[in-house]
Protein backbone atom coordinates (compact mmCIF):
# COMPACT_ATOMS: atom_id res chain seq x y z
CA UNK A 1 0.00 0.00 0.00
CA UNK A 2 0.97 3.79 -1.05
CA UNK A 3 0.00 6.20 1.08
CA UNK A 4 0.96 10.27 0.05
CA UNK A 5 0.26 13.00 2.20
CA UNK A 6 0.74 16.92 1.35
CA UNK A 7 1.45 18.47 4.63
CA UNK A 8 2.29 21.62 6.21
CA UNK A 9 4.18 22.46 9.83
CA UNK A 10 2.99 21.32 13.07
CA UNK A 11 -0.93 20.43 12.51
CA UNK A 12 0.27 18.26 9.49
CA UNK A 13 3.34 16.79 11.57
CA UNK A 14 1.49 15.80 14.43
CA UNK A 15 -1.06 13.69 12.15
CA UNK A 16 1.19 12.28 9.71
CA UNK A 17 3.11 10.60 13.57
CA UNK A 18 -0.80 9.59 14.03
CA UNK A 19 -0.93 8.62 10.67
CA UNK A 20 2.11 6.09 10.79
CA UNK A 21 1.28 5.05 14.55
CA UNK A 22 -2.14 3.58 13.20
CA UNK A 23 -0.82 1.42 10.20
CA UNK A 24 1.60 -0.23 11.90
CA UNK A 25 -1.18 -0.55 14.61
CA UNK A 26 -3.02 -1.82 11.53
CA UNK A 27 -4.32 -5.56 11.74
CA UNK A 28 -4.24 -5.72 7.92
CA UNK A 29 -1.01 -6.27 6.07
CA UNK A 30 -1.07 -4.57 3.17
CA UNK A 31 -1.67 -0.97 5.88
CA UNK A 32 1.18 -2.50 7.89
CA UNK A 33 3.87 -2.64 5.91
CA UNK A 34 2.34 1.12 3.60
CA UNK A 35 5.01 3.19 2.07
CA UNK A 36 4.37 6.67 3.41
CA UNK A 37 5.58 9.52 0.95
CA UNK A 38 5.02 13.41 2.19
CA UNK A 39 5.03 16.22 -0.05
CA UNK A 40 6.17 18.80 2.06
CA UNK A 41 5.08 23.07 2.13
CA UNK A 42 8.05 24.90 1.31
CA UNK A 43 6.73 28.29 0.54
CA UNK A 44 7.77 28.94 4.22
CA UNK A 45 11.20 28.70 3.96
CA UNK A 46 13.32 31.76 4.16
CA UNK A 47 17.20 32.73 4.53
CA UNK A 48 18.40 34.19 7.89
CA UNK A 49 21.81 35.12 9.34
CA UNK A 50 22.55 33.11 5.25
CA UNK A 51 21.06 29.84 6.31
CA UNK A 52 18.20 28.13 4.36
CA UNK A 53 15.51 27.57 6.99
CA UNK A 54 12.65 25.41 6.11
CA UNK A 55 10.22 24.88 8.82
CA UNK A 56 7.62 23.08 7.45
CA UNK A 57 10.61 20.35 6.50
CA UNK A 58 12.06 20.37 9.55
CA UNK A 59 8.65 20.35 12.00
CA UNK A 60 7.62 16.44 9.44
CA UNK A 61 11.48 15.56 10.31
CA UNK A 62 12.12 16.29 13.39
CA UNK A 63 8.22 15.26 14.87
CA UNK A 64 8.78 12.03 13.29
CA UNK A 65 12.53 11.46 14.15
CA UNK A 66 12.24 11.55 17.84
CA UNK A 67 13.81 14.99 18.13
CA UNK A 68 11.00 17.83 18.08
CA UNK A 69 10.11 20.33 21.00
CA UNK A 70 6.93 19.16 21.59
CA UNK A 71 5.56 21.98 23.28
CA UNK A 72 6.20 24.36 20.61
CA UNK A 73 5.61 21.67 17.58
CA UNK A 74 8.40 23.51 15.66
CA UNK A 75 12.61 23.25 16.39
CA UNK A 76 14.16 20.96 18.53
CA UNK A 77 13.71 19.37 21.96
CA UNK A 78 15.79 20.68 24.79
CA UNK A 79 17.03 23.25 22.64
CA UNK A 80 18.96 26.25 23.57
CA UNK A 81 19.55 29.93 22.32
CA UNK A 82 23.20 30.92 22.58
CA UNK A 83 23.95 31.71 19.06
CA UNK A 84 20.65 33.94 18.98
CA UNK A 85 21.86 35.68 22.05
CA UNK A 86 25.33 36.49 20.61
CA UNK A 87 23.43 37.83 17.15
CA UNK A 88 21.15 39.58 18.98
CA UNK A 89 24.43 40.99 20.83
CA UNK A 90 25.54 42.23 17.84
CA UNK A 91 22.06 44.35 17.13
CA UNK A 92 21.37 41.22 13.88
CA UNK A 93 18.19 41.50 12.68
CA UNK A 94 15.60 39.72 12.65
CA UNK A 95 15.65 39.29 16.34
CA UNK A 96 11.96 38.04 16.38
CA UNK A 97 13.13 34.64 14.73
CA UNK A 98 15.20 32.48 16.62
CA UNK A 99 16.91 29.77 15.62
CA UNK A 100 18.39 27.52 18.49
CA UNK A 101 21.54 25.94 18.55
CA UNK A 102 20.83 22.61 17.81
CA UNK A 103 18.62 23.68 14.37
CA UNK A 104 21.27 26.10 13.68
CA UNK A 105 23.29 22.79 12.88
CA UNK A 106 20.44 21.28 10.22
CA UNK A 107 20.75 24.40 8.73
CA UNK A 108 24.59 24.46 8.23
CA UNK A 109 24.14 21.06 6.26
CA UNK A 110 21.12 22.19 4.30
CA UNK A 111 23.28 25.36 3.31
CA UNK A 112 26.16 24.22 2.47
CA UNK A 113 24.96 21.51 0.50
CA UNK A 114 22.77 24.04 -1.64
CA UNK A 115 25.90 26.24 -1.84
CA UNK A 116 27.42 23.24 -2.85
CA UNK A 117 24.99 22.97 -6.46
CA UNK A 118 22.77 20.11 -4.54
CA UNK A 119 19.37 20.45 -4.73
CA UNK A 120 16.91 20.86 -1.67
CA UNK A 121 15.61 17.29 -2.24
CA UNK A 122 19.10 16.10 -1.53
CA UNK A 123 19.76 18.21 1.41
CA UNK A 124 16.50 16.76 2.91
CA UNK A 125 17.17 13.27 2.16
CA UNK A 126 20.85 13.37 4.04
CA UNK A 127 19.16 15.43 6.93
CA UNK A 128 16.38 12.30 7.06
CA UNK A 129 19.44 10.21 6.85
CA UNK A 130 20.22 10.81 10.71
CA UNK A 131 16.39 11.18 11.62
CA UNK A 132 14.98 8.36 10.09
CA UNK A 133 11.24 9.77 9.88
CA UNK A 134 9.56 6.42 8.23
CA UNK A 135 8.64 8.50 5.45
CA UNK A 136 9.63 9.17 2.05
CA UNK A 137 9.89 13.27 2.88
CA UNK A 138 10.07 15.17 0.06
CA UNK A 139 10.02 19.20 -0.64
CA UNK A 140 7.18 20.23 -3.09
CA UNK A 141 9.51 21.24 -5.17
CA UNK A 142 13.50 22.05 -5.35
CA UNK A 143 13.22 25.59 -6.95
CA UNK A 144 13.00 28.44 -4.35
CA UNK A 145 9.11 29.38 -3.31
CA UNK A 146 8.66 31.56 -1.05
CA UNK A 147 4.99 32.92 0.77
CA UNK A 148 4.96 36.88 0.66
CA UNK A 149 2.45 39.18 2.34
CA UNK A 150 0.34 42.36 1.21
CA UNK A 151 0.42 44.32 4.73
CA UNK A 152 -2.85 46.31 4.99
CA UNK A 153 -2.19 50.00 6.26
CA UNK A 154 -2.04 50.00 10.11
CA UNK A 155 -3.99 53.48 11.37
CA UNK A 156 -1.30 55.41 13.67
CA UNK A 157 -3.19 54.79 16.71
CA UNK A 158 -2.52 50.70 16.20
CA UNK A 159 0.95 50.68 15.00
CA UNK A 160 2.37 50.43 18.78
CA UNK A 161 -0.14 47.81 19.13
CA UNK A 162 1.40 45.85 16.08
CA UNK A 163 5.13 46.26 16.80
CA UNK A 164 5.61 49.84 15.46
CA UNK A 165 4.21 47.98 12.35
CA UNK A 166 3.06 51.05 9.79
CA UNK A 167 1.80 48.55 6.88
CA UNK A 168 1.25 48.94 3.62
CA UNK A 169 4.24 47.30 2.61
CA UNK A 170 4.71 43.30 1.19
CA UNK A 171 6.83 41.45 4.00
CA UNK A 172 8.43 37.98 4.13
CA UNK A 173 5.26 35.01 5.43
CA UNK A 174 7.56 34.31 8.58
CA UNK A 175 7.60 38.20 9.31
CA UNK A 176 4.22 38.16 8.86
CA UNK A 177 3.72 35.17 11.20
CA UNK A 178 5.70 35.23 14.38
CA UNK A 179 6.41 39.18 14.14
CA UNK A 180 3.20 40.54 13.68
CA UNK A 181 1.04 37.06 14.59
CA UNK A 182 -0.78 37.80 11.69
CA UNK A 183 -2.80 40.29 13.00
CA UNK A 184 -1.79 42.60 10.84
CA UNK A 185 -4.62 41.71 7.89
CA UNK A 186 -3.30 40.74 4.67
CA UNK A 187 -4.56 42.30 1.87
CA UNK A 188 -2.86 39.20 -0.31
CA UNK A 189 -0.68 35.96 -0.33
CA UNK A 190 1.65 34.61 -3.01
CA UNK A 191 3.77 32.13 -3.33
CA UNK A 192 6.34 34.27 -5.47
CA UNK A 193 8.15 31.55 -7.77
CA UNK A 194 5.71 29.08 -7.43
CA UNK A 195 4.36 29.89 -11.21
CA UNK A 196 7.54 28.97 -12.48
CA UNK A 197 8.41 25.85 -9.54
CA UNK A 198 8.67 22.16 -10.78
CA UNK A 199 7.27 19.30 -8.67
CA UNK A 200 10.41 17.58 -6.67
CA UNK A 201 11.68 14.47 -8.11
CA UNK A 202 9.12 11.75 -7.20
CA UNK A 203 6.36 14.69 -5.96
CA UNK A 204 3.95 13.61 -8.92
CA UNK A 205 4.88 9.97 -8.97
CA UNK A 206 4.18 9.92 -5.61
CA UNK A 207 0.37 11.35 -6.23
CA UNK A 208 -0.17 9.13 -9.45
CA UNK A 209 0.86 5.82 -8.04
CA UNK A 210 -1.04 6.29 -4.82
CA UNK A 211 -3.63 3.99 -3.02
CA UNK A 212 -4.64 6.64 -0.82
CA UNK A 213 -4.23 10.29 -0.91
CA UNK A 214 -4.04 12.33 2.54
CA UNK A 215 -4.65 15.95 3.52
CA UNK A 216 -3.93 16.24 6.95
CA UNK A 217 -5.59 18.95 9.06
CA UNK A 218 -2.48 21.67 7.40
CA UNK A 219 -3.43 25.33 6.80
CA UNK A 220 -5.29 25.23 3.16
CA UNK A 221 -4.04 28.36 2.43
CA UNK A 222 -0.13 29.00 3.50
CA UNK A 223 0.64 25.22 3.28
CA UNK A 224 -1.69 23.01 1.10
CA UNK A 225 -2.50 26.21 -1.29
CA UNK A 226 0.85 26.84 -2.17
CA UNK A 227 2.17 22.65 -2.68
CA UNK A 228 -1.27 22.89 -5.05
CA UNK A 229 0.33 26.22 -6.23
CA UNK A 230 3.28 23.97 -8.21
CA UNK A 231 2.21 23.39 -11.61
CA UNK A 232 1.19 19.80 -12.32
CA UNK A 233 0.76 18.67 -8.54
CA UNK A 234 -3.07 19.84 -8.81
CA UNK A 235 -3.76 17.69 -12.04
CA UNK A 236 -2.01 14.86 -10.55
CA UNK A 237 -4.46 15.07 -7.76
CA UNK A 238 -7.41 14.95 -10.17
CA UNK A 239 -5.97 12.39 -12.30
CA UNK A 240 -4.96 9.96 -9.70
CA UNK A 241 -6.74 6.91 -9.58
CA UNK A 242 -6.29 6.71 -5.59
CA UNK A 243 -8.95 8.21 -3.37
CA UNK A 244 -7.95 11.28 -2.01
CA UNK A 245 -9.25 12.24 1.78
CA UNK A 246 -8.48 15.46 4.08
CA UNK A 247 -9.27 16.10 7.52
CA UNK A 248 -10.58 19.59 8.31
CA UNK A 249 -8.26 22.08 10.04
CA UNK A 250 -11.75 24.43 10.82
CA UNK A 251 -13.62 23.10 13.90
CA UNK A 252 -16.41 25.46 14.52
CA UNK A 253 -15.38 28.51 12.56
CA UNK A 254 -12.22 28.81 14.18
CA UNK A 255 -8.72 27.01 13.14
CA UNK A 256 -8.26 23.69 14.92
CA UNK A 257 -4.39 25.34 15.52
CA UNK A 258 -2.34 28.44 14.23
CA UNK A 259 -3.96 31.62 12.51
CA UNK A 260 -5.67 30.22 9.19
CA UNK A 261 -8.85 32.40 9.70
CA UNK A 262 -6.22 35.09 8.86
CA UNK A 263 -5.28 33.08 5.88
CA UNK A 264 -8.68 32.60 4.76
CA UNK A 265 -9.65 35.96 4.91
CA UNK A 266 -6.85 37.03 2.63
CA UNK A 267 -8.21 34.98 0.11
CA UNK A 268 -11.81 35.92 0.81
CA UNK A 269 -13.05 32.77 1.83
CA UNK A 270 -14.90 31.67 4.86
CA UNK A 271 -13.23 29.79 8.28
CA UNK A 272 -16.06 27.02 8.06
CA UNK A 273 -15.26 23.21 6.95
CA UNK A 274 -17.27 23.62 4.35
CA UNK A 275 -16.01 26.57 2.34
CA UNK A 276 -12.29 24.85 2.94
CA UNK A 277 -13.37 21.64 1.12
CA UNK A 278 -14.51 24.10 -1.41
CA UNK A 279 -10.74 24.65 -2.21
CA UNK A 280 -10.18 21.11 -3.26
CA UNK A 281 -13.65 20.47 -4.74
CA UNK A 282 -12.23 19.47 -8.09
CA UNK A 283 -9.66 16.31 -6.33
CA UNK A 284 -11.25 15.76 -3.05
CA UNK A 285 -13.32 12.53 -1.99
CA UNK A 286 -13.28 12.09 1.56
CA UNK A 287 -13.79 14.97 4.09
CA UNK A 288 -13.60 14.26 7.83
CA UNK A 289 -15.19 17.10 10.01
CA UNK A 290 -16.26 18.15 13.23
CA UNK A 291 -19.72 16.16 14.38
CA UNK A 292 -21.26 19.47 14.91
CA UNK A 293 -20.02 21.09 11.54
CA UNK A 294 -21.31 17.93 9.35
CA UNK A 295 -24.27 19.88 8.61
CA UNK A 296 -22.82 22.63 7.46
CA UNK A 297 -20.10 21.11 5.57
CA UNK A 298 -22.55 18.52 3.78
CA UNK A 299 -24.71 22.13 2.63
CA UNK A 300 -21.75 24.12 1.09
CA UNK A 301 -20.30 20.76 -0.34
CA UNK A 302 -23.62 19.93 -2.14
CA UNK A 303 -23.15 23.11 -4.04
CA UNK A 304 -19.28 23.11 -4.58
CA UNK A 305 -18.44 19.50 -4.70
CA UNK A 306 -21.38 17.40 -5.18
CA UNK A 307 -20.58 13.40 -4.79
CA UNK A 308 -18.12 14.94 -1.92
CA UNK A 309 -18.36 12.52 1.22
CA UNK A 310 -18.45 14.14 4.22
CA UNK A 311 -17.97 12.25 7.58
CA UNK A 312 -18.27 13.90 11.04
CA UNK A 313 -16.16 12.48 13.90
CA UNK A 314 -14.12 14.05 16.81
CA UNK A 315 -10.40 15.98 15.38
CA UNK A 316 -9.26 17.17 18.20
CA UNK A 317 -5.26 15.76 18.34
CA UNK A 318 -5.48 15.70 21.78
CA UNK A 319 -2.85 12.99 22.41
CA UNK A 320 -1.26 10.52 20.05
CA UNK A 321 -4.31 8.13 20.12
CA UNK A 322 -6.53 10.37 19.24
CA UNK A 323 -4.21 11.55 16.35
CA UNK A 324 -3.67 8.07 15.70
CA UNK A 325 -8.14 7.39 15.77
CA UNK A 326 -8.48 10.25 13.49
CA UNK A 327 -5.57 9.25 10.80
CA UNK A 328 -7.14 5.37 10.98
CA UNK A 329 -10.64 6.82 10.44
CA UNK A 330 -9.36 9.07 7.07
CA UNK A 331 -7.87 5.62 5.99
CA UNK A 332 -10.73 3.95 6.33
CA UNK A 333 -13.01 6.40 4.90
CA UNK A 334 -10.31 6.21 1.71
CA UNK A 335 -10.83 2.52 1.82
CA UNK A 336 -14.30 3.29 1.53
CA UNK A 337 -14.26 5.38 -1.24
CA UNK A 338 -11.51 3.74 -3.10
CA UNK A 339 -12.20 2.94 -6.86
CA UNK A 340 -15.64 5.53 -6.87
CA UNK A 341 -15.75 7.30 -9.74
CA UNK A 342 -15.44 11.46 -8.83
CA UNK A 343 -18.09 13.45 -9.63
CA UNK A 344 -16.61 16.55 -9.83
N1 LIG B 1 7.93 30.40 15.23
C1 LIG B 1 7.84 31.43 16.09
O1 LIG B 1 6.75 31.81 16.48
N2 LIG B 1 8.98 32.08 16.54
C2 LIG B 1 10.21 31.70 16.15
O2 LIG B 1 11.20 32.31 16.59
C3 LIG B 1 10.33 30.58 15.28
C4 LIG B 1 11.56 30.08 14.88
C5 LIG B 1 11.62 28.92 14.07
C6 LIG B 1 12.86 28.38 13.74
C7 LIG B 1 12.93 27.25 12.95
C8 LIG B 1 11.74 26.66 12.49
O3 LIG B 1 11.81 25.56 11.73
C9 LIG B 1 10.51 27.18 12.81
C10 LIG B 1 10.43 28.32 13.62
N3 LIG B 1 9.19 28.86 13.96
C11 LIG B 1 9.14 29.95 14.81
C12 LIG B 1 7.94 28.27 13.47
C13 LIG B 1 7.54 28.80 12.05
O4 LIG B 1 7.71 30.16 11.94
C14 LIG B 1 6.05 28.65 11.70
O5 LIG B 1 5.29 28.16 12.74
C15 LIG B 1 5.86 27.83 10.50
O6 LIG B 1 6.57 28.30 9.39
C16 LIG B 1 4.37 27.75 10.12
O7 LIG B 1 4.16 26.46 9.72
Known amino acids: MRVTALAGGVGGARFLRGLLAALRASPD ?4 DAVVTVVSNTADDVTLHGLRVCPDLDSVMYTLGGGIDEQRGWGRSQETSGVADELAAYGQEPTWFTLGDKDIATHLVRTRMLREGRTLSEATAELCRRWRPGVRLLPMTDDVVETHVDLAPVPEA ?3 AHDGE ?3 RRVHFQEWWVRLHAAVPALALEPVGAADARPAPGVLEAVAGADVVVLPPSNPVVSIGTVL ?4 VREALRATAAPVVGVSPVIGGAPVRGMADACLAAI ?3 TTAGAVAGLYADFLDGWLVAEDDAEQARAAAAASAPGLVVRGRPLLMSDPRATAELAGAALDL ?3 LAGRERAA
Open 229 to 232: AVPG
Open 158 to 160: ERA
Open 268 to 270: GVP
Open 334 to 336: AAE
Open 29 to 32: PARR
Open 166 to 168: PGG
